[in-house]
């Protein structure tokens, strides 16, 4: 069975902080994919990256960077000099097979003025 | 419009009641799937639709529980004799290609069900 654990539940931050979101997973495949979403308070998840597990290369967009590491089954996200904007909730996911995501219980990210 | 589409945004059901959630997917957007969100949680999936065929509902918590697609676009979630364990949010996503695991989904908003 495949599990996501984001160990942190709230994370609060004032503007111009650098904050980095932690997530392990658990799978027995060799295959599969990982993901990062975004939920505003609208409530629409909103897709920020994939990423696969034969690709550790890391990846920056922007203020957004992320860490994907094998060895240690986890795949962080680091956003850099945080905005009022970044607030909102942020879910890892893992996925297998056909595209049913494992979501983790997401962190929800306060970014103070 | 361009995104998903889901309806109503909030809806309040007394304990029994039947409820019908409506999603609209993007126009041609073969793969549609269900998640249910309680409340601090992630979402967890329910069922997997590709056109109008339900290839998985091993999510689908009781036979309570349905979900239909008859046409391949539209999709209504259907919750008979709601119980207060129902309450959640209900988000439908779709996505352009026959399911792979590396496909991005669109999320709509939800339906916010409340069962009183």
């Known amino acids: 069975a495949q599990k996501v654990t984001q160990a942190q539940t709230e994370i609060s931050v004032v503007e111009k902080e650098d904050v980095t979101l932690d997530c392990v997973y658990e799978t027995r495949d060799t295959t599969y994919y990982l993901f990062w979403y975004k939920q505003p308070p609208s409530g629409e998840l909103v897709f920020l990256i994939r990423?696969?597990?034969?690709?550790?290369q890391n990846e920056i967009s922007g203020r957004y960077s992320w860490n994907f590491q094998k060895s240690t089954s986890s795949f962080n996200f680091t956003i850099t000099a945080s905005q009022v904007v970044d607030s909102a909730v942020y879910f890892c996911?893992?996925?297998?097979?056909?595209?049913?995501?494992?979501f983790g219980k997401g962190t929800m990210l306060l970014v103070s003025p | 419009g361009a995104g998903v589409s889901q309806s109503p945004r909030y809806k309040v059901a007394k304990r029994g009641q039947d409820v019908a959630l409506r999603c609209d997917p993007i126009s041609g957007h073969v793969s549609l799937f269900w998640y249910q969100q309680a409340l601090g949680q992630g979402p967890e999936f329910l069922t997997y639709?590709?056109?109008?065929?339900?290839?998985?509902k091993s999510g689908l918590p009781s036979d309570r529980f349905f979900a239909e697609r008859p046409e391949g676009s539209v999709s209504t979630l259907k919750i008979q004799r709601t119980q207060q364990e129902d309450s959640a949010v209900y988000l439908c996503?779709?996505?352009?290609?026959?399911?792979?695991?590396?496909?991005?989904?669109?999320f709509g908003s939800g339906t916010q069900l409340s069962v009183l």
């Open positions: 996911a893992l996925s297998m097979g056909y595209s049913t995501l494992t």
């Open positions: 996503a779709s996505s352009l290609a026959p399911g792979q695991p590396n496909e991005k989904l669109f």
């Open positions: 639709f590709q056109n109008e065929a339900q290839l998985d």
């Open positions: 990423r696969n597990s034969f690709d550790e």
